[in-house]
């Protein structure tokens, strides 16, 4: 078992967050919205007789779906490497690891806020929610950070001291950078072209 990083846009016009949080049936359903929106149809649900909440969340899958057939491939996904990306973006993650990080590198990772109690993700993790006005934010953050002046501070020992979650083996840091700097340049163009659709940003780790 483990947590992975998932990143969906939903429009900011649309009230999608707002109804999750109004509507506990169709917010326990939520973190399933990046499925559905890539197959908004009854065979994508979970097995077994749907639930109301579920059907009321594909219906707002389709109308989402309809108006903005994009929103399939408007999404990005880090695996567990989110906590790597999070070390690299952030110092305050990486010389104050228990302090609080109110930085725009913690937001664009783990989402700026949670949307409600009962809105979770299958493994109990709150579901989070970035504001469009901030991930215009997060991409002008992006857009001028420079990844490889920050590869020194991408060492085992590092992460192991400031334990990052998932940290690689030894022998496994090259090949994992490797892999982020891959999966950064993705995050990157996520967060850029949400920007200028002037989306949010449904944050799924689970």
Known sequence: MGFDALY???????????LARRDRGMGEWLSSLPWLLQDPRVESLAPG??????LRLLELSKELSRARPDLATRQVLLHRRWDHL????SARRREAPDAEDGSLARIAIRGETE???HVVAGQGVPLRFTRPETVKDIARMLDALHLEP??????FERLTQAHVYKCPSED????????????FEQFRA???????HGDGVLVRID
């Open 86 to 89: 999070h070390f690299v973006l």
């Open 190 to 196: 996520f967060h850029a072209t949400a920007a200028a």
């Open 172 to 183: 496994a840091v090259e090949a994992d950078w490797e892999w982020l700097r891959e999966h």
């Open 150 to 155: 920050l590869r020194t501070h991408f060492t």
């Open 8 to 18: 969906q846009a939903i429009p900011g016009d649309f009230p999608l967050v707002e």
């Open 49 to 54: 007789e749907p639930e109301p909440g579920e």
């Open 115 to 117: 949307i409600a109690p």
